[in-house]
């Protein structure tokens, strides 16, 4: 069975920095994109980045220079480095991955339970 499972979320002061890890574990083929989404309260949940297998990023403008993403392929890890963290970034933060069960499978999409990420002084 395949999980996938967030750390580091927590509190951080604005103008700090945070850094999140997911890890993916279980049986599977192969993992396709990664992403971190995140969801504040009242609001729907938005990507704010995501990285394809062969590299390529995409990173939502509201975070475009503060946060980055990057893959550990061999530990099949993805990270969000969060820097100027502001308010506006608190949030649960959740860890999407397309991943592919078998060679037979195009993929299917896989979510974290979520970290929150709390912005305060």
């Known amino acids: 069975q395949v999980q996938l499972v967030e750390s580091g979320g927590g509190l951080v002061q604005p103008g700090g920095s945070l850094r999140l890890s997911c890890a993916a574990s279980?049986?599977?083929?192969?993992?396709?994109?990664m992403a971190w989404y995140r969801q504040a309260p009242g609001k729907q949940r938005e990507m704010v980045a995501a990285?394809?297998?062969?590299?390529?990023?995409q990173v939502a403008d509201s975070v475009k220079g503060r946060f980055a993403i990057s893959r550990d392929t061999a530990k099949n890890t993805v990270y969000l480095q969060m820097d100027n963290v502001q308010s506006e970034d608190a949030g649960i933060y959740y860890c999407?991955?397309?991943?592919?069960?078998?060679?037979?499978?195009?993929?299917?999409?896989?979510w974290g339970k979520g970290t929150l990420v709390t912005v305060s002084s």
């Open positions: 999407n991955a397309d991943i592919s069960t078998s060679f037979l499978d195009h993929g299917t999409d896989f």
């Open positions: 279980g049986s599977f083929y192969g993992i396709w994109n």
């Open positions: 990285q394809a297998s062969a590299g390529t990023v």
